[in-house]
């Protein structure tokens, strides 16, 4: 299981009183998130692993699956979104490009 690290948290949005307090909670933030893309992007490479067919690297129902998903989390979180919903639409174009590279990658080694 991927253990999380990073620095501790000091302050809550609402608690933040300088840009630094600010750009502190930002970038470890950042860490965290970096964490987490890189444990999506291993998933990426077992589906690249698993999927039989190249066709099936892209789907689209899929996709709007996912989107939906998390524009539902967002709604939860109180995340806008303006924010989630490119961002992730974004991650997923990303992933999926990666996903077809490293399909191509397992086949032609």
């Known amino acids: 299981m991927t253990q999380?690290?990073?620095?501790?948290?000091?302050?809550t949005g609402p608690e933040c009183q300088t840009m630094d307090d600010v750009r502190?909670?930002?970038?470890?933030?950042?860490?965290?998130?970096v964490q987490l893309i890189k444990e999506r992007q291993d998933y990426m490479d077992a589906a690249a692993r698993i999927k039989p067919d190249r066709e099936a690297v892209?789907?689209?129902?899929?996709?709007?699956?996912?989107v939906q998903k998390v524009l539902n989390s967002a709604q939860k979180e109180?995340?806008?979104a303006q924010i989630a919903e490119p961002v992730w639409r974004t991650m997923v174009e990303q992933c999926i490009a990666y996903e077809f590279s490293r399909w191509d990658d397992l086949r032609n080694a």
């Open 4 to 11: 999380y690290t990073s620095d501790p948290r000091m302050n």
């Open 24 to 33: 502190y909670e930002i970038d470890r933030l950042d860490r965290l998130l």
């Open 58 to 66: 892209r789907d689209e129902a899929r996709i709007e699956d996912v």
């Open 78 to 80: 109180g995340l806008s």
